[in-house]
């Protein structure tokens, strides 16, 4: 990478934060331009634009309207599983929008209520999340293939007053109900939600499936009058988004609105280096984070045309499905997990179906979620001919942290590592004790507070947990739980986390609370669930799991109702398919459970007996169980 301009850049934001944040800011429209660009919120944690005021449902449309593109198209929803396609211009937007904001408004709801939004990847998705921007309701988007006790969960925490869903979510070839889910959960839920707003798909006869009660979403839009953008404090929050944590129970991640409105426009600009009027694509669930920051807020932001993508990246029809999207709205940078491309390249292997397309407009393909192998970045580098650029940020982060500036064109990748500290980001590697590593030993990732702007604000409602989380490990800094070894030129390679929380596919769900449904099995005693790899998930989980005494149950049949039911109460997306019986799990003389051991032997890695371990012959069995096992 030409170092001058990066590190121009990165220095200026560590070196002189406030004055380079403020330059950055300018670069949004504020109904009030702040004037305390850096300063504490009552619990001493640093906040950004404290006195700015401004409306993000503005700045990703009215704006564009005001300055004369709003016959340009936004959107473009393209679902090939249900064969429909839809394109809508600032102008159709903003109409949705403003009338469903205006619907929200006559049911009551007011700035600082919470909406609950249960929705797949259709464009009343990203209406909700602006329409709800527009009137200061702070949304959480929950991923339509969470089992309803994720649903619980989420609206025992934030307690909402409206809960916005949809008849239904599409897999491929088969239609998931949505509302028996929704109605289980408001059922077991102990706040109970005021409205319930359906967005009715007309899929197939679903009819029955109504409860009582529910409001037609058409209908609300179409009989309400519009609302205009409330003017809204910096530290607003725009939206809480949930995160698995350690513990199991899933953490709140809230968003402030100036903060993040400023550190979308500067990744827009500097890190993918894209210009205002081409497309962009995050293929992404606005479930997830990367679907909120760059399916809906930073392409809109910087008006770009986004594209909301109902399918996957194979058999909706073949795996030629994203080449075909590319070329056909001409899209210039995409954004995906490397799973996706795994799995393209694995139904194409030598990228026949590539080649029946016009890619000449794509410039750059970003991966992100999960570490991407090698063999992936070269197939890609082969068969499409442009670059496959891997970044590292977290739900928390909300952006990049680490990456590569593309809008100066003498970047340079380096393979296997997710970049380079994104300008505001002080990243440093260090040991369990607080020390800086030198390049190539590996450490913790921690960031130096403050944390730029667009990164949490805390966890929703819950000061204690947000320190304890992130900021109790090395005083202050910010604890990533990934570790991560950095070389000599200062790119950074992330080695995966530290905790519990194991990545597939992208998404990060957590093992313990996977352990949670599985020990709940009455036959049962105990288990362990750890992340293996996988060639393409990147991880999977894998259950090792201890019979009780007495039970008389199959093997066979434990696994079936194991991965059953950890389906039911996690949902889909979890993926545990392997159950494995062994006599017990290998322990510290402090009863603690050996998790990594368990995981590196499965990998079928090299591994060292630990010197804490009660019983050495454990291992022995557990060996002659994995061998078994594969063999059946």
């Known amino acids: 990478m030409n170092t001058s301009k990066y590190d121009q850049l990165f220095q200026e934001s560590i070196d002189e934060k406030e004055s380079f944040w403020k330059k950055q800011s300018q670069n949004i429209k504020w109904f009030k331009e702040p004037e305390t660009i850096l300063s504490k919120d009552e619990n001493g944690y640093p906040i950004w ?17 005001e300055d004369g593109f709003g016959e340009e198209i936004a959107v473009i929803y393209d679902s090939p599983v249900t064969n429909q396609k839809q394109k809508f211009t600032y ?31 259709i464009p009343q998705t990203l209406f909700t999340m602006l329409a709800c921007a527009r009137i200061g309701v702070i949304h959480n988007v929950v991923f339509g293939g969470f089992a309803p006790q994720e649903l619980v969960v989420r609206i025992d925490d934030c307690k909402p007053k409206v809960l916005i869903t949809a008849t239904a979510g599409v897999e491929i070839t088969k239609r998931i109900p949505y509302l028996p889910l929704v109605e289980k959960a408001i059922e077991l839920s102990q706040d109970k939600v005021e409205h319930i707003i359906v967005y009715n798909r007309n899929l197939i006869d679903n009819q029955h499936e109504f409860f009582e009660n529910t409001i037609d979403y058409e209908g609300l839009v179409q009989n309400s009058e519009p609302a205009d953008c409330i003017s809204l404090p910096s530290t607003h929050p725009l939206y809480l988004l949930y995160t698995s944590g350690t513990t199991g129970k899933p953490k709140g991640i809230s968003r402030d609105t100036g903060g993040y409105a400023t550190a979308l426009q500067f990744s827009m600009k500097y890190h ?26 930073a392409p809109l932001i910087n008006r770009n045309t986004t594209i909301i993508f109902e399918g996957k990246p194979i058999l909706t029809p073949d795996a030629g499905t994203f080449w075909r999207i590319i070329s056909e709205y001409k899209v210039s940078t995409m954004f995906t997990a490397p799973t996706a491309i795994r799995a393209i390249k694995k139904e194409d292997p030598n990228g026949e179906l590539v080649k029946k397309y016009d890619l000449s407009n794509f410039k750059k393909q970003f991966l992100a979620g999960e570490r991407c192998d090698v063999a992936t970045l070269d197939w890609f580098a082969e068969h499409i001919g442009i670059p496959a650029i891997d970044h590292w940020w977290q739900t928390e982060s909300g952006s990049p942290m680490l990456g590569l ?5 003498e970047y340079q990748i380096e393979k296997a590592s997710a970049g380079k500290p994104i300008p505001g980001y002080d990243i440093k590697i260090f040991d369990e004790n607080g020390y800086e590593l030198g390049p190539h030993h590996e450490g913790f990732l921690v960031i130096k507070l403050p944390l730029p702007p667009g990164a949490l604000l805390g966890v929703w409602n819950d000061y204690e ?39 597939v596919a992208g998404h990060r769900l957590s093992t313990s609370e996977m352990e949670e449904v599985v020990s709940s099995h009455p036959d049962i005693a105990e288990c362990a669930v750890v992340g293996i790899d996988d060639q393409l998930k990147g991880q999977i989980p894998f259950a090792t799991v201890v019979i009780k005494n007495g039970s008389t149950i199959s093997e066979t049949d434990l696994e079936k109702e194991i991965i059953l039911k950890v389906r039911e109460k996690i949902g889909a997306v979890a993926s545990l398919k392997n159950v494995m019986v062994v006599k017990r799990l290998p322990k510290t003389r402090s009863g603690k459970i050996l998790r990594k051991l368990i995981r590196t032997m499965l990998d079928g890695k090299e591994f060292q007996i630990p010197s804490t371990i009660d019983d050495e012959k454990i291992v022995e069995e557990i060996q002659i169980k994995i061998n078994e096992y594969r063999n059946n």
């Open 465 to 503: 947990r947000f320190k304890n989380s992130y900021l109790t490990q090395f005083n202050g800094y910010y604890f990533s739980g990934d570790g991560a070894i950095k070389n000599e030129d200062g790119y950074i390679f992330i080695t995966g986390r530290v905790d519990d929380v194991i990545n």
């Open 405 to 409: 500036l593309t809008f100066d064109e």
């Open 272 to 297: 993918y280096g894209i210009e205002p009027g081409e497309t962009f694509w995050a293929a992404s669930d606005f479930g997830w984070a990367v679907g909120h920051s760059y399916s809906v807020y």
């Open 91 to 121: 102008n159709e937007v903003k109409e949705q929008v403003s009338k469903l904001a205006g619907g929200l408004v006559s049911l009551g709801l007011e700035k600082g209520d919470t909406a609950v939004v249960y929705m797949p990847m």
């Open 49 to 65: 634009f404290e006195d700015g005021q401004l409306n993000m449902s503005y700045l990703c449309i009215d704006k564009h309207i």
